[in-house]
């Protein structure tokens, strides 16, 4: 399977991604990096691991629809077959999205469906939960939303700060990510009436 990897920023997750399908019994290709940013630090690690960069401007277009109609058609050029967000900051429009149905993943810092959105971690620490964690889910037009293909939990130490509980949630996030995009590539995680549906035993 060959997968686009969509970033914003850091790419730790991309990297994470590309690391994992360097293994030449990985089930999925990492075929191209794009970021809707110049500056966006991933773009380097990419390109140091020799997988192929690209940088789709958002600012360039007029709106929305306009920016995601040449997502879509990059994508479409490279004939990707799943596309992972990693640290994507951006909308997706429902047109686009349903374009992509069940063939696009996403990766959240939260316990889905509890803290959606951003700064989750503070959330998280403020609402005096002593658990953590992340989700990878396919995307639906509503953000953070979409059928569960997996997740990873990590404690909340007492005296935890943002910051400590992000590195923590970010290393669970470095080994979820490679797992379930297996899972999708392999066709072992699908959906199936908004139900995902795994024929796997998990590790
Ligand atoms: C990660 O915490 C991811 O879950 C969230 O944005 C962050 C991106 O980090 N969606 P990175 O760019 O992968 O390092």
Aim: aromatic letters at 4%; charged letters at 20%.
């Amino acid at each position: 399977k060959r997968v686009a990897v969509l970033i914003s920023g850091r790419g730790s997750n991309m990297a994470s991604l590309i690391e994992a399908a360097a293994d030449p019994a990985y089930p999925a290709e990492i075929a191209l990096v794009l970021a809707n940013r110049h500056d966006a630090a991933g773009l380097q690690r990419a390109h140091a691991a020799g997988i192929a960069t690209d940088v789709i401007d958002h600012k360039a277009f007029p709106d929305r629809p306009s920016f995601d109609a040449a997502l879509d058609a990059r994508l479409r050029a490279e004939r990707i077959d799943l596309v992972c967000l990693a640290g994507f900051m951006r909308l997706l429009t429902p047109g686009f999205v349903e374009g992509w149905r069940d063939r696009m993943i996403n990766i959240h810092p939260s316990l889905l469906p509890l803290f959606p959105g951003l700064h989750t971690h503070r959330r998280a620490i403020e609402a005096g939960m002593t658990l953590a964690g992340c989700t990878v889910h396919f995307v639906r037009a509503e953000m953070d939303s979409g059928p569960i293909i997996g997740q990873a939990v990590v404690p909340i130490a007492p005296g935890d700060s943002e910051d400590s509980l992000a590195a923590r949630v970010l290393s669970a996030e470095h080994r979820l990510y490679p797992l379930a995009l297996a899972l999708v590539a392999d066709g072992l995680a699908r959906v199936e009436g908004e139900r995902l549906v795994l024929d796997a035993q998990l590790p």
